[in-house]
Structure formats: C-alpha cells, structure tokens
C-alpha cells in the first residue's frame, strides 16, 4: 500500500508544478510594484548586523536579508525573490499534502487553487517578512507529521524536528503549534508514536537548532517577553474576540468552505480519523490565540493543511464531472475581485481605481481599507505602507546638502520610528547619507552611546516636537511627507541647532530602557 502511496505522489508532481507556476507568475506581476514596505526595510537592515537574535524577531530573516542582497541586489525586486520562493513552496507541499490523504488531481487542485487565491494568504506571502516564512514551516511540519505516521520511518521524524528548530529562529509562534501538534496527538490515537526514541532525538534536534537563540534573549534580558508584552498592550488587547473569529473566515473569501470541510473530515470522517491529531492542533492554536487576542493573521500558517484536508473531502463528496468544474469556479472567482486588493498586481492608479469602486458599490468591501484605527482610507494598510519613503528620505537628504560640509561633520539624522530609519538606511548609499540613529525596534541594539552634535535632522512622526525647546538652542520644520496615500503622511523633518547636555541625558537614558539595560540595575 505505502508504494503505491509513493507512486501516486511522484505521478502527480507535474500536476503540482503547474500551480506552483500559477502562483510563481502572479508574484512575478507583483513583485516591483510600490515600493518597499516598511517592515521589509527593517529585516533588510538586520542582514547587515548578523547576531542570533533581535528585539522583535528570531535570526533566520536576517541571515535571508544578507543572502538577498548578496545574491540578487537591495531593489524591491530583489527583496522580494525569497518570498516568492516561500510561496510558490507552499503551493508544491499543499499539493503533495493532499497525496498523503490520498486524493487525486481534482483534490490537489482545488486545496492548490485556495492557497494561491484565499486573500489572506496572497496579502502575507510576497512581502520580505517573517510571515511566509513561517507559514511554510508549518506546512512541510504538518507534512512531515503526515508522512511519519502514513509510513512510520523514524528520518521523516527527525527533519521535523529540523523544521520546528528552523520555524523557532524564524518566529515564535512555531512554538505555538509544535506544542499544539503534541497535545493532538496525545488527545489520538497517535500518542502511541510519542513514546520512542525517535520523538527524544526529534526533540533534540529541535532544541539544539534554537539553542544559539535561546542563549542570545537570556544575554539580552529577554527582549521577546518585553516585546510582547508592549505589542499586547499597544495592539492586541483592542482585538475583539468576535472579530478575530470572523476574519478567519473574511480572510479567505468563498474559499472559506474548503477549510471548514477539511477541519471537519479531519475531526469525523473516518478517511483522515489518522490525522485528527492536525485538526486537534488547529483547535488548540485558535483557542490560545482568541484567548491571548492574537491578530487573525497569526493563524494564517494553518489553513494550507486545512485547504489540503478540505480538497480531499470535497472531492469525495463531488463525483459528479459539471459539478467538479463548477466548485472551484464559485469558490475560487469571487477571490479573484479581492487579489489585487491582497497582492499588488496592478499599477498604484488601478488599484486606486479599483478600491473607488468598490467603496462605492460594495460596501461588503470596505473592510479591506479599514485601519488599525478603525477610520477608511484610499489604500489598504499595506500598501499605504509601501508609499512615501523615498521622498521622505530624499527631504532628508535635501536638509543635510543645505549644511555646509563643516556642519555635516557634525550633524547626525535621529528616526522616531523603525520605519523612518529603516527608509533612511535602505536609500542610503543612493543619497550618500551618514547612518542614521533610531532607539526603536532592533535600531536601538547599534544605536550609539552618544549623541553629540551640534546638528540634529529630526524625522519625527508628530508634527509637533515643541517639547524640544527647553532642550535645544532652536528647531525649524524643513520638510515632511506630503503623499496623502502614504501612512507617514504628515511625518516632519526638522533641522534642530545646538542641543543642549540635557538632550544627551535624556537620549542615553532611552537608549538604555530601549536595549533593556536598565534591567541590570533593577
């Protein structure tokens, strides 16, 4: 039975391939459009300060960063190529997931159509982020799970536990899950595989692979827990549980149904009762995250193995020719008027029109340009988010030409947010600038212990910094971001003269809280 299982795997892979080249051509369309967002710019920085970990994310992103700009170059294209790589990745393991459960060609591709087309995955897996990432780790996780208990060979086991020690130095959450997958299979039948050998060396494997990290957050005063915790305070204790619940099913479109089916043939059916373990651990990840008030994003990573799930049962219940042809088109077409609103494959005036219209027409829609201050805008978040930077940065650079070379000697730039800064070192070297000094996010590990000058360039993300004039001989606004679309619209740039030795104070005593140094003293 188990060669036939491989026969049929290995005689679908062409099959497989042609939505993997769906998925490669669709970000191909994307992948120069808008600019850099700002998250990418600050994973892109991390790659030229390597370390085994930073204030908010696990290395990996930054060992990926420096490959990026080595191999391919510092262009939105080039950021963009391992994403994309990562996608169309988990496009191929979607595919070959349905195998395990042993469905057919109409199975693979309705599960492979979900993942390229459901809104939420497209708008998380083009982006240089930890996110697609992530997702894929998951993914050949719950593989690997799938393939160890369909053919009880300990070397499937042991790469998984490579995969969770590799998803840990990539994002926490695989924590998470890794934890989920074992309470599932202790609450399965499965559990039987927990007792071996095998599971302490998988364990092992794991451990040691996120060891190197584990040892960097305790040097650093656990920056994660820290993190976090700001991140639960400033962000998610506003996430209702109501509405976490509800974008689970918004962020997939129609495709919505092919989940729920797999997480109900998983849960009852007795073809994937084997694999009930994968439904368990689904469950326990969403009852953390609702309880926790976890963004709905943050259970994207588990809906490719519900997708793969979910094709294979709807493929059992279909036999019917028309019928098998009519499904995937109600299920995948309705995604198709939320694609260019998830994944930029339209220029910036398209999209703008698009979203006109739909705001006019469709009211349905308009949750996609909703904020996180709750207000609608032009854009969707993201793609507001990808605007405004050069100019910002060429201002920037306008105010430091105005000094003379005297003055530049001892002028320095100073970001209020990792973004700014993150702008400001990405377009650097094609403004010719000094680097510039940030205390937040990860900027606050190289920031310098001093921040003598007699010239400060102030990009500031209020428009009002009068609190500075106890502080500083004076300050002019010389510049800001003017592009309304952009999410820093409004963002000052401010030449500050002379600031006095209490502005030096108070820059070391934030730049100690910021690198969590003050813990030492506490």
Not at 144 to 153: A, H, I, P, R
Not at 279 to 305: C, E, R
Request: with cysteine.
């Amino acid at each position: 039975m188990l060669t036939s299982q491989k026969i049929s795997a290995k005689a679908y892979v062409p099959f497989i391939g042609c939505f993997v080249a769906l998925k490669a051509l669709l970000l191909l369309l994307a992948i120069n459009h808008f600019g850099f967002h700002r998250d990418e710019m600050l994973h892109l920085v991390l790659g030229n300060h390597l370390d085994w970990g930073y204030m908010e994310v696990p290395p990996f992103i930054a060992l990926l960063a420096k490959i990026s700009t080595t191999v391919f170059g510092s262009s939105v294209a080039a950021a963009r190529v391992f994403p994309a790589i990562a996608s169309a990745l988990m496009v191929w393991f979607t595919g070959l997931l349905v195998t395990e459960f042993g469905g057919r060609r109409f199975a693979i591709a309705l599960a492979c159509l979900c993942v390229i087309f459901s809104p939420g995955m497209a708008a998380s897996g083009y982006l240089f982020q930890p996110v697609v990432f992530d997702q894929l780790w998951w993914l050949v996780a719950a593989y690997l799970s799938v393939k160890y208990v369909n053919t009880n060979q300990p070397h499937y086991l042991y790469w998984l536990g490579a995969v969770i020690g590799l998803g840990l130095l990539t994002k926490y959450t695989m924590g998470f899950f890794a934890g989920a997958l074992l309470l599932g299979m202790l609450l399965t039948p499965q559990r039987g595989l927990l007792w071996r050998r095998e599971m302490l060396i998988t364990i092992a494997i794991s451990t040691l692979i996120f060891l190197p990290n584990v040892i960097w957050q305790y040097l650093h005063h656990w920056p994660v827990a820290t993190h976090m915790s700001m991140l639960q305070k400033q962000q998610l204790d506003y996430v209702k549980p109501a509405d976490f619940i509800i974008q689970q099913f918004l962020m997939h479109g129609a495709s919505f149904i092919v989940w729920i089916t797999g997480l109900g043939y998983m849960l009852f059916h007795k073809s994937l009762s084997k694999y009930r373990f994968l439904a368990f651990a689904y469950i326990l990840v969403f009852a953390f995250l609702l309880k926790m008030n976890g963004k709905a994003y943050y259970l994207l990573a588990a809906y490719p193995m519900l997708f793969a799930a979910g094709g294979y049962g709807i493929s059992t219940l279909l036999k019917n020719y028309l019928l098998r042809l009519a499904v995937p088109l109600l299920l995948i077409l309705p995604n198709l008027l939320l694609l260019p609103i998830a994944l930029p494959i339209l220029t910036l005036n398209q999209t703008l029109d698009l979203i006109g219209y739909y705001r006019r027409h469709a009211h349905f829609m308009r949750f996609t340009v909703t904020w996180e201050d709750q207000k609608q805008h032009p854009l969707t978040q993201d793609y507001a988010d990808m605007l405004g930077w050069d100019e910002m940065v060429a201002k920037t650079a306008a105010a430091y030409r105005a000094l003379s070379p005297e003055q530049q000697k001892h002028t320095v730039i100073f970001a209020d947010n990792y973004g700014e800064a993150g702008a400001l070192a990405t377009y650097q070297k094609k403004y010719n600038l000094p680097q510039a000094i940030c205390l937040n996010s990860s900027f606050a590990l190289w920031a310098p212990e001093s921040l003598k000058a007699d010239y400060i360039i102030y990009v500031s993300d209020d428009n009002d910094v009068s609190d500075l004039k106890p502080v500083v001989e004076s300050y002019k606004r010389v510049g800001g971001v003017d592009n309304k679309l952009s999410r820093e619209y409004g963002t000052g740039i401010f030449l500050i003269k002379h600031p006095s030795p209490v502005l030096e104070k108070i820059y070391k005593q934030h730049r100690s809280e910021s690198r969590l140094e003050g813990s030492k003293d506490k």
